[in-house]
């Protein structure tokens, strides 16, 4: 069944019942979304009964007797904080609980960079001649657009199963000063959905680095989302960067946000004692102090690590039935074809589909005239450019399961028509 050894006429034939199938779907006036990385509904309803936790002033006082509503406290509630650290590994000493982005935490994090530079600047960095960021790829949008709007020139780092290219990364940092740093997504990887290997975890810690300012931007945002029974263990990042004298190499955040509600989620830093001397007084200037009431009804909700995975057991039942159709279809109506290949993660939100070469901006387009809503074409991509248009990246877990099945038949129709055309042109 591979396109590539079908003979012109069959694939002219298979085109033209792609093309009846596709514009049927068009006719159907549909309106789906595989764009985002949202929680569904049902999700969302798993944590409702944490917004009952404080229904009076006693209830919203925090273990040492503090009135959560009120100014005050400022890097986090002692709890909140041995909350994450549970969860986490890291010591509390090293955390600071803030409000519910852990995006912003980021954007502040390298704004601070910018304004003051980090433990080992020779200067500001604002003030640096060139600045440059690794941004391994495909990877999170959001990410990348951060250090576009600072003003920082995005350097592609080919992404592979086991996480960045170390062999690429390791030269680039070792022979030049002007690059600061590197996005990771370690877990469940936005949008591949691989966990780095141990061995990659290894490499990032002890890499010889031209910039003594070097700092790696540990996003691990998908920590405790897996769905498969077994899921992927990250090795410990602060662990191995310790063991050669690197711990100030690490940037480390994460939230709640896909655990309760993204929107009102609590989310944490992490880094070590000598980063956090520099960064706490310049925090205690920009803010009095985050949400407490948040914090405070999330750690009576989550309580601790073993509570968290029993309700993360209920969102990855949820999510499974999400990648088992998204997945079956692509199994079903792709394989065997040679036009497409895609990942099949453990957990996190995102799969990641290549077709050939020249046809993910196609695909998208056509998908969204057909009703489909898919992550534009290239935004995995610094400056949104992918250099070989291959990839896309599909979130099945906001739609309905009819909604998905529906949207994936129509993607896989559109993926089979771009690819044949492509074939065709080419012979």
Known sequence: MNYFSKSKSELKEIEKQLLKEYNDYKDMGLALDLSRGKPNAEQLDLSLPMLDLLKNAENCKSEEGFDCRNYGICYGLPEAKRFFSSLTGIPCDNIIVSGNSSLNIMYDTLA???LYGVVGSKRPWCREEKLKFLCPSPGYDRH??????????????????????????????????SIKGIWCVPKYSNPTGITYSDETVERLAKMETAAEDF??????????????DEGDVLADIFECAKKYGHENRIFYFTSTSKITFPGAGISMFAASEENLEQIKPIIAVQTIGSDKLNQLRHVKFLQNKEAVYALMKEHGKIIASKFEILLGTLKNELEGLGIAEWTEPKG???TSLNVLDGCAKAVYDLCREAGVTLTKAGATFPYGKDPRDKNLRLAPTYASNDDLKLASKVLTCVVKLVCARKILAEN
Request: hydrophobic content about 45%; charged content about 30%; aromatic content about 14%.
């Open 348 to 350: 996190g939100y995102f």
């Open 215 to 228: 700092r790696i931007f540990f996003d691990n945002a998908y920590a405790v989302h897996d769905f498969a």
């Open 112 to 114: 601070r960079a910018m």
């Open 144 to 177: 990348f657009a951060v250090t576009e709007s600072l003003g920082f020139e995005l350097i592609t780092v080919d992404m592979t199963k086991d996480g960045p290219d170390m062999d690429r990364v390791e030269a680039l940092v070792k022979s030049d000063e």
